[in-house]
């Protein structure tokens, strides 16, 4: 095990994206599950809260701790394992999406969902229930975990397989190596979008689900199974410009609508939107990018060469109607132009964070999703919300789900403070509409404020009644998702662990 107590050695732990830091009195490294569970297990007999870390590259503090020790997991990431017969791989919580990549393709398998940031480690993206840019075509990191391993903070573990462990309604009563568990889920419901507000419930749920998503505030995710999928045949991507941002829109709703008529050929994989600000930051890099009023990035995947010819034929054909400046437009069908494509999407969340740094501002941005009725009544909101707010700002994100990120580029804190009132009525109305104040990025330290505009005080009540219920001493990840003052100091209020 590697620990650490000296301050400088846990300055980068102190931190993730979002730049907001924490503050922690020791961090361990443990190199294979005996050290973790070793190390749970004494942190517990000293009552010391402890917060888990991945790879750190969270938006919302939630790896960063405010007191305690920190528990790393990037020591646990030797053994992966793939089945290619059952299309699985069975790895630890410290291996990088990237290293499972490189892995899975050795057996010309794939983990299709594309959940975030390649950096990110798996148990990381699976506490946050990450989902990415093909969240459009194949959904997040929930529908594609098979099982967990999952360590309490009292040090004890179960291990959960998908399919195994129901809710009736909202009542858990099963037994895990010899323990019974008996309680009952938050009443509230979730909207009817994807979300990734507080903890995930409804009725009759796997028990996976309840863990899958709760940002090291329920355990501490040791190892998973993960579904796998075959290589596609072939893959095009294309970014294409359009000259006013509602060209861009108008596009998408085509795509959005068309996508339930692609049959039988396969759906898009990635629909998404940038808007002229994102644009005209990244042309700071990508200094060939043409000024453009919104830009659409989309991936296409194929399963046979007659599939891909006939799904180029398609988007030829909605390109050339589009509207879209065809000359500086990219159609990349070879793995290089692919990648390119690719680099430009993800280097925006990147140049932000670097813009932030720079600043000494703490991210400021919205991660709203709304049900796709509601969507076109949602951009209009952040049009009025962008010219009252008179904040630099660029909106960008997931459009195919109804999901987009509005970001403001604060440079001093009184402007990070209106940014924060305008985030925050931003919430307000993508709730009014129906939707979510974190569709994937998680509340973890920094949205708490937004979550109680989503859900009532005695909802959020509730979520810390369940995390008590699983952390009775409440130790880990505190202040996630809800203030550890919400946690008392009595025990539960739920029925507690027999
Ligand atoms: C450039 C960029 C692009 C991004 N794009 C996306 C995107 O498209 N979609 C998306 O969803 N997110 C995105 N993110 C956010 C981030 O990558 C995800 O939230 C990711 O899942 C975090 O994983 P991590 O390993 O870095 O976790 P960390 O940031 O280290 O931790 C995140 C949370 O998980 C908890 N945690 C970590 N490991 C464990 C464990 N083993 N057991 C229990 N709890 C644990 C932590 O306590 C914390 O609450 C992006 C980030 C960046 C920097």
New binding site residues.
Partial sequence: MISKTNQKDLLTYLE??SNRQGAASALYIPQNQEELLAIIRELSKKNIPF?????????TG??VPQEGAIIS?EGLKDNIQIDPEAKTAKLE?GVSLQDLEKEARKHKLTLRSL???P???A??????A????HGFGWG?IRNYIRAVEIFLSSGEAIHLRRGEIFSQKRVFNFKIAGRQFDFKLPDYHLPACKS?AGYFVRDNMDLIDLFIG????L????SLELALQNIPFGVFDGLLFFPQEEEALQFTERIKVGAQNFAPLQNPAALEFLDQNSLNLLRREYSFMPKAGGTVYFEQEAENKEEYDALVDKWQGLIETSGAFLDQSIFAETAKEREKVYQIR?KL??LI?EFLRRAKQVKAAADIAVPESNFKQMHQYYRKVSQEAKLSYLNFG?IGESHLHFNFLPQTNSQSQLAKSYLKELCRLAVSLGGTVSA???I?KLKKAYLEIMYSQDEINQMAALKKYFDPQCLL?LD?IFSKDLLGTGPSQITPIK
């Fill in positions: 993730d994206t917060t888990a870390s991945g790879g750190r590259t969270g938006t939630g790896c997991l919580a959940p975030t940031e950096l990110a480690l148990g990381g993206v699976a506490s946050t990450a989902s990415g840019v997040g990734q709760s940002e090291g505030t355990g501490i995710i040791s993800h969340p990147q964070n997931h994937e990025h998680g973890g990840g996630n």
